[in-house]
């Protein structure tokens, strides 16, 4: 497994951080109250590792979005929550007034649009600190268990974000994950080294 070093994840962070804030402003807008994101750590372990490590069970239920990029480095971005958050999240998102029948038709929608203003967000502002091109892809929206999900995703890595959101006096707890293969892993850590030795 790439071997990170602490300063090589601190830049990785304060961009995620960066893309993170830029997210929650559009959140806010949308849902007409205060969003907060916060990314408290980031990790980078073996996919086998990965739902051990959010604290998941392979059984759990979940809901994820998922969105491939290029350019780069091709890979896959996901953002995931387990089904009774993702059901908070769409109910914090949609206006007050929609009925269960009619939040039930939106709730697809309504989760991918937030997973792709994060997952978009995030790759933007990793794309700017290393200054290289990273571009999105149509997202999907994938539900079932935990362990049959991550078995779906492709790649040998992830690296991992715990992120907190705090929409409307909630708190939702929602994970990120980028897998790549050991190329792309490698591809991307010599990026951030490269930009570590111009600016420090």
Not at 96 to 122: F, H, K, P, R, S
Request: proline letters at 2%; one cysteine or more.
């Amino acid at each position: 497994m790439t071997d990170w070093s602490e300063l090589e994840l601190d830049a990785l962070t304060e961009a995620f951080n960066v893309g993170v804030g830029s997210a929650a402003a559009v959140l806010s807008k949308m849902v007409g109250a205060e969003v907060v994101l916060s990314v408290p750590e980031l990790r980078v372990v073996d996919k086998a590792a990965a739902l051990a490590s959010f604290g998941l069970a392979v059984s759990d239920r979940v809901c994820a979005v998922v969105q491939p990029y290029g350019g780069a480095f091709e890979s896959r971005a996901l953002l995931m929550f387990t089904e009774a958050r993702s059901y908070d999240l769409v109910r914090a998102v949609v206006p007050d007034y929609m009925t269960d029948m009619q939040m039930g038709d939106m709730a697809q929608d309504a989760l991918i649009e937030v997973g792709n203003l994060v997952l978009d967000a995030c790759l933007t502002a990793v794309g700017d600190l290393l200054a290289c091109t990273l571009t999105t892809r149509v997202p999907a929206l994938v539900k079932g268990e935990a362990g049959e999900v991550m078995a779906q995703m492709e790649g040998n890595e992830m690296m991992l974000l715990h992120m907190l959101f705090s929409i409307k006096d909630k708190n939702i707890d929602g994970y990120v994950g980028f897998l790549l293969d050991q190329q792309a892993m490698q591809a991307l850590q010599q990026a951030v080294a490269r930009f570590l030795s111009a600016h420090l």
